[in-house]
Structures are given as C-alpha cells and as structure tokens.
C-alpha cells in the first residue's frame, strides 16, 4: 500500500501564483531502521591517493567482522581535480602505471550526459577510478583507518578502470573477496582470498564480462558451493539474478535464473544481489537491489531454498528500503540506496550501504519483519 504526503516548501509565496507543492512518495513497507549517526563516512573524511586528485565519491562496502572488529572494504573512487574547460580522467596501463587523459569539453567526439562514463569516439571510459580502503571500528559506527591494513589496488589489464562493489564471506579461516573488475574489454567478477587483511591472493576472473554482483554463500549446501551473479546482455535478456554452483569456488557452473526483471514494479529494469545470504530456519534471505526505468534504486529480499537454493519461496512485492533520507536523494548519482556487506547479530541485520553514490551509511533491520513481509498470509 502507497501513502501520498503534500509538503510546502519553505520558499513557497502564499501571496501569488508561485506556490510550490513537493509530493513525496513514501512506502508504508519500508522497514529499514536507519541510525541516528548517518551518513558514516563522507569523502571529505579520507585523503585521495593520487596527486592533484580528489575523492569522487565513497560506495558501497564488502562487510566483515576480524579480530573483535567490524571492517568495512569501502569502495573509493578518485578522480583529478578538473580545470575549466576540460575534463580529465583517471586510467591505468598494463604495467599498473596511472594515466590521466585529458580532453576539452567541447569536443565534438566527447559524450558527457553521464556522470560516471565518459564515451570518447565511440569508446567509454570511468569518471573516476575505483580501489578497495579497509577501515575498521569498534562499535560499528565509527571507523578509523588502520596502517597495518593498506588499500587494495587494482592490477592488470582486466582492472585498468578500477575495481568496485566488493562483497566479502568467511568460509572456514579465509576471508573470500567476489568484486568487480571494470575495463575497455568489459566488467566481470574477480575473485581475491586473504587470512590477515595483509596479504592476498589473486585467482583472476571467475566470471567473464560481462558479469557482476557475485555474492558466494557463507556455507556449503551438501558438498556444493553456491554464489549468486549477474550476467548482462544487450539483445536478449536483461539484468537478471542468476545462481551458480562450485566445488572449488573458482570454477562455476549449472547457472540457473532466479530472479528476472518485474514490468511495472518498483525492480522493472534491473536486480541484482547484495551479500552472501543469511541462513535462516524459512530459508537462505538474500537482501538484493533493483531499480526502475528512472534509475531509483531500492532494497528488497529473496527467500530461498535451504537445500536447493536455485528455488525461489519468496520475493519482494514492494521494496523494504527506499531512498527517501536526504542523502540518499542527492548526492553524486540521486535517489540510490544499495548494499553489498552486513552484520547479522541474532535478529538484527546492520546493513553498511552506499547512499546516493557519495556517502556510506548503515540502516539496521529484524529478520523476522522482513520474513513476514515475504511470507505473510495475503501473498
């Protein structure tokens, strides 16, 4: 059910006919419980790594609990300072050697309608170029750097416009790291495994381009590894949830769709997953995202199978978080909540997500609450 509320704005003039009215749509089923100290972490909190650069934008973390701490593998994405009349980016070669090109606005070959891709010539480039920061807390609120613990860079040819979106599951004594490798090639899923936040080990791409938001479940189911993922077409198909299965979590395969668009629903243009999912006694919650043809984007959830988690109990008929805190609606990229790390603490989940594409947040919800609006009597 949609409630509609009217509010004046405060610069609306009563006395002629420039009165202006907001309406604001707000979703009764929005049953995220944001905290008091939000937004977390701003750019401004951190310094850029490369000269004469600035941090774009804070996104969207990998959420992991080591050593009595909550750690967050915040996704940073710098840029250099711009000068009047020009626009100039960020690219890496294959000898992790950092560019930056440089071109005048006015161009005629030069696209900029999108904040965050650059078309040059018919070929398209990052506004920004994106590591992964590890920061850390004692209390979940507050984070701080740790200098034990430094950046996770990009490498390679596959990575030369950055690396993104990291979602972060411990199986066993290993941290298992599933992000984005984003290139001229393409974007697709590489796969990183550490003990210590120190040392890492690189695996390569474990799912070709074009492909993202590949979240490995946190236990086996029987001898099977499982992960979500998201292929792309741009003929046929669209932006769908899809599951794999693995027996060594490096080599995937029996990929199924479980989750595709919904025409006239708050997910109608594209899904994809967040983090692992939960194990719960209805089965495995996964918290996923989706957006609409107005690139809004909301959380909503999935219930599936705890033995064949290819089946789909449940899903979503309205979102349960929608953008609607002021920094979730402006920001670098607006009217964006979108998550990929959490917490569980028994019925508490602390979802960490990136607001607006600019700022990183938290919001808390029950289990329970979201089971009931999945599993309630009238669906």
Known sequence: MTKYYWHESPNSNHSNDKKIAKMEIMLENDIAHRIEQNPLLKPADFSPLMENS???????????????????????????????????????????????????????????????????KGKNYLTTLSYLKPVFSDDGINFYEDPNHPPLLPEGKDEAYGIEDCRVVKIDDKFHLTYTKVSSTGVGVGYISTSDWKNYERHGMIFPAHNKDCAIFEEKCGETYYALHRPSSPELGGNYIWIAESKDLLHWGNHKCIAATRQGKWDCARVGAGAAPI???????????????????CLGALLLDLEDPSIVLARSEEPIMVPQAEYELTGFFGNVVFTNGHIVKGDQIQVYYGASDEVVCRTDFSIDEILNTLLSDDK
């Open 279 to 297: 194990k719960t006694e209805k089965g495995w919650l996964e918290i996923y995202h989706g957006a609409n043809y107005d690139h809004k984007y």
């Open 54 to 120: 600035i941090i774009e934008c804070l996104l969207n973390p990998g959420v992991f609990e080591y050593e009595g701490r909550v750690g967050l593998l915040l996704r940073v994405a710098e840029r250099p300072v711009q000068k009047e009349g020009f626009v100039s980016f960020p690219v890496m070669d294959e000898n992790n050697t950092i560019h930056i090109l440089e071109f005048e606005e006015s161009h005629p070959d030069l696209d900029l309608s999108d904040a965050r891709v650059i078309s040059y």
